[in-house]
C-alpha cells in the first residue's frame, strides 16, 4: 500500500508539472490522431470567444464537484490547496500556475477525502455503487472504475484505463479487503491531471490552423463548469457518449435542463458575489449569514423563481431579511415568519447595491472608504479603467482626517492637482453612498462625529445625481453601459480570461441577443452556449 501511494505521489508531479509547462506556454496539447478534416461550421464565423488556455480547477469548483460526486463536504481540507486571486474572479487562467504546493495539497487531499469517503456508508455506497462477493470481486471493481472513474475523469474509461487499475486488486487479497484497493483507486483518480485540470484537447480544423473542434465529453465539461460549477453528472455524459452534444440545439437543451437544477443557483451565487465584491470581503461577522442569504435570495429570485430583467438586481425595492438584520438596517419589520419579503421603499435602498454585502466591500469596519466605492462602481459595474494612483503615492498610508475635520472636507484635496481628474470620477459616487456605513447600517452623521452630517448627495459622471442606492441602480438600469459590462463580467467567468478586442463583434452579439429576451441572464447562458464558438477552441497566443 506505501509502495503505492509512494508511485500516485510521484505520477501527480509529473502530470501536474506537465500542466504546468503546458499553461505557462499558453497553449493546449493537441491530439496527433485527429483526422484534420474541414469543418463547414466555421466559414465565416467568428469564434474568438473561443480562445482559451488550460484551466484548472478552482478551489471552489472542486469542492463543488467533490460535494456532488462524493456527498462529502471537505470544508477546511480545501485550504490544503493554495488560494486564488479574485481580479475579479478566481478562474482566470493566466493566475493558475501549477506548484509544489498545489501537488502536495492535492496528494493530502486525496488520502484524507478517499478515508472519509470509505467510512461514510452513504458516500461508500455512491461512490462505489456494488457490493463485493469477494475480497477480490473484479467484476464490481471494473464496475466501480467504470462508473466512478468517468465521472471523476469527466469521459468514458477504456478497458485499458480498467485493466491497469486491476492491479490494485492484489493489494485487496494481500489485506483480505476488497476496500483498500478501492482507497488506492480513489486516491490515484483524485490525483489525475484530468480531474485537476480542464482539458479541452479537441480536433484540429484543417481549414483553420490553431482551431480545434471540441469532443462531447469536452463540451460536457464545459457546459458543466459554467453553469453547475461542477462536473458533469452521468445524464450528460451519456448524452455526450451517444454523440448529442455536436449542434446548437443539442447543447441548449442540456444547458436549459442544467439550469433547472439547484446546483445552477449555487453557482450563480457565486458567480455575482466575485463579481460584486463581496466573495472575499470582510462582513459583520453575527450578521454574515443573514446578509449573505439576502443576496442569494435576491439573485434567485430575479434570475430563476421569476426570470426578471438582470437589472432589477439593482433596482427591486424589496428584500428578504430577518428582523435582526430589518433592525440593523433600520427597517420596520413586523412579519411573524423568521424571514419575509419585505419592501425597502422610501429608504434609499433597493437590489443588491443596497444590502449589507455590498455595501461591506470596500469598507473600513463600520465606516466607509469614500473612494474605494467610488472604484467598486467604476470597474465591476460600468467596466471602466480606473488608472492607478500615482507610484509614489502610499494608498496604504492616507494620512486620517484630523479629530474634527469632517471625511467630505479631508478628501477636498482630491478635487486639485494632479489627482483631480480621476477623483472627480469616483469620489462623487462615494459620497452618494455614504448614508450607508461599512456594513450597510443607515447613518445621517459620520461615526463619532455627529457634527458631521451626510447628506448623501452624489454623482455618477456621464449618467446623472443620485442620492443612495436606489437611485444609484436605477440610473445603472437606464444605461446601456451596465448591461454590456454585465455580459462583459459573465463572459470573463465563463472563459477564464479578460476581454480584448479580438472579442467586440461576439460581445456585441450577445449584449443584443439578451436585450432582445427581455435582459435575462438565463437567457444570456443559453445564447452563450448555442455560439458556434462554444463548440471549439483555439489557442490563446
Known amino acids: 500500500m506505501s509502495f503505492l501511494s509512494d508511485m500516485t505521489k510521484r505520477t501527480a508531479h509529473l502530470v501536474l508539472l506537465l500542466a504546468a509547462l ?41 469542492k463543488n464537484t467533490l460535494i456532488d460526486l462524493t456527498g462529502i463536504d471537505i470544508g477546511q481540507d480545501i485550504d490544503l490547496l493554495p488560494s486564488e486571486a479574485f481580479d475579479p474572479f478566481d478562474n482566470d487562467a493566466e493566475s493558475q500556475r501549477a506548484s509544489s504546493a498545489l501537488v502536495e495539497g492535492i496528494r493530502i487531499l486525496a488520502q484524507r477525502l478517499s478515508i472519509q469517503i470509505l467510512d461514510n456508508p452513504d458516500s461508500k455506497q455512491k461512490v462505489v455503487g456494488c457490493e463485493p462477493a469477494a475480497t477480490d470481486d473484479e467484476t464490481c471493481f471494473r464496475q ?15 478497458d485499458a484505463e480498467i485493466q491497469e487499475y486491476l ?3 492484489d493489494y485487496a487479497r494481500s489485506s483480505n479487503d476488497f476496500y483498500v484497493a ?5 486516491e490515484a483518480l483524485f490525483q489525475q491531471m484530468e480531474f485537476v485540470y480542464r482539458v479541452e484537447i479537441g480536433e484540429p480544423v484543417s481549414s483553420k490552423p490553431g482551431t480545434f473542434r471540441l469532443n462531447g465529453f469536452e ?17 450528460l455524459l451519456e448524452t455526450a457518449a451517444a454523440g448529442k452534444l455536436d449542434t446548437a440545439d443539442q447543447i441548449r437543451a442540456q444547458a436549459e435542463r442544467m439550469l433547472g437544477d439547484e446546483k445552477s443557483k449555487r453557482n450563480l451565487q457565486n458567480f455575482h458575489a466575485m463579481w460584486l465584491g463581496y466573495a472575499d470581503t470582510v462582513m459583520m461577522p ?23 430583467p438582470w437589472t432589477d438586481l439593482v433596482t427591486l425595492q424589496e428584500t428578504w431579511i430577518d428582523a435582526p438584520l430589518a433592525e440593523h438596517y433600520g427597517l420596520a419589520y413586523d412579519s411573524s415568519d423568521s424571514r419575509a419579503w419585505i419592501s425597502t421603499a422610501g429608504s434609499k435602498r433597493a437590489g443588491i447595491l443596497g444590502q449589507g454585502t455590498f455595501l461591506s466591500v470596500g469598507g473600513r469596519g463600520e465606516d466607509t472608504s469614500i473612494v474605494h466605492r467610488g472604484i467598486e462602481i467604476r470597474e465591476r459595474l460600468l467596466c471602466s479603467e480606473v488608472p492607478p494612483p ?7 498610508n492616507v494620512p486620517p482626517p484630523a479629530e474634527n475635520e469632517c471625511k467630505k472636507d479631508h478628501l477636498m484635496a482630491h478635487a486639485t492637482g494632479g489627482c483631480a481628474g480621476c477623483h472627480s470620477q469616483i469620489d462623487p459616487i462615494g459620497y452618494g453612498l455614504e ?30 445625481n443620485f442620492n443612495g442606492p436606489a437611485e444609484l441602480g436605477q440610473l445603472l438600469a437606464e444605461t446601456p453601459d451596465f448591461a454590456s459590462c454585465a455580459v462583459e463580467q459573465f463572459s470573463r467567468f465563463a472563459l477564464g480570461r479578460a476581454l480584448d478586442d479580438q472579442d467586440k463583434s461576439t460581445h456585441v452579439q450577445l449584449v443584443d441577443a439578451m436585450g432582445a429576451q427581455g435582459g435575462r441572464l438565463d437567457q444570456l447562458i443559453l445564447e452563450l452556449v448555442s455560439q458556434t464558438a462554444f463548440r471549439f477552441r483555439t489557442t490563446e497566443f
Open 22 to 62: 503546458t499553461a505557462c506556454q499558453g497553449s493546449i496539447l493537441s491530439n496527433t490522431n485527429a483526422n484534420g478534416s474541414a469543418d463547414k461550421e466555421l466559414q465565416d464565423q467568428d469564434i474568438s470567444y473561443s480562445r482559451l488556455s488550460l484551466r484548472r480547477l478552482t478551489r471552489t469548483e472542486i
Open 144 to 158: 466501480f472504475i467504470a462508473d466512478f472513474g468517468s465521472l471523476v475523469l469527466r469521459r468514458s474509461v477504456s
Open 390 to 396: 500615482p507610484p509614489n503615492f502610499d494608498v496604504d
Open 286 to 308: 453575527e450578521l454574515e449569514q443573514s446578509m449573505l442569504e439576502e443576496s442569494n435570495a435576491l439573485i434567485n429570485r430575479v434570475v430563476f423563481d421569476e426570470q426578471r
Open 435 to 464: 448614508q450607508f456605513g461599512g456594513f450597510g447600517q443607515y447613518r445621517e452623521a459620520e461615526a463619532s462625529k455627529p457634527q458631521c452630517a451626510i447628506d448623501g448627495q452624489g454623482e455618477l459622471m456621464s449618467y446623472g
Open 182 to 186: 478501492v482507497n488506492l483507486a480513489l
Open 219 to 235: 463540451i460536457a465539461t464545459r457546459l458543466s463548469y459554467l453553469i453547475w460549477g461542477s462536473a458533469p453528472d452521468s445524464e
Open 167 to 169: 492491479v490494485l486488486l
